[in-house]
């Protein structure tokens, strides 16, 4: 299992924590939720995010169980603090931290140990992102790289995850969905693919290509939303 945390790896499935391509979703989620100035990163991968956040004004903290991760960024003249350390098991004080946000990483752990020691040094908030089960495309055979990395121990649909919050009994959890997956573009780019393998003209392509996506944009289509992630936001 350790091979599998490789620098390869994230490449492939494109963790925004070590490419430092955030996405936009979940800067929105630390923009809206963030409490208080001294905030831990708990699972921080090559810190990208708490980089972001520590240019805006946070005192933060990164903490992550694997050392490959944590060279890239302190190799930068990082101005964030980092320590290794497993999020099971933190050398960290009671309540050091005002707010903690964990993404995309109960999911490789134990998730009941992590949950307390992440409450333990908790003041006021938790902002967890875990994958949501995949239960809409599954069925025909075929899922999305999210759910092909093989260090996931578990995926999670709400019910499951607000009984995992229980156990350190919040004061308050509120649950949503994230990571909408754009239906329509997909489509409009397989219709593309069927035209140009049809081996029509380029002008006649265009002009098909143009007119799919505007039929495809029009109030008679309807799409259903399928999300790939679920956000809790955890008051103590």
Known sequence: MQDLYSLENTKKFNWSSVSGDLNPERVSHL?????GRKILDAGCGGGAYAEFLSKEGFKVTGVDKHEQFLHLIQNTNPRGTYIQGDITELPLTDKEFDCIYCFDVLEHVDDKAAIRELARITKQRLIIAVPKDDDDIQR?????AHYQDKTHLRNYTEDSLRSLLRIIEPSNVDVFLELLIPAKKLICEMLDFNIQASGLSYIYKRVSNSLLYRLLN?????YKQIYT?????VDL
Not at 229 to 233: E, F, K, P
């Open 218 to 222: 029009i109030n008679i289509f309807s």
């Open 229 to 233: 992630g679920l956000v809790a936001v």
């Open 31 to 35: 923009r809206t939720y963030l409490l």
């Open 140 to 144: 025909f055979g075929i899922t999305f």
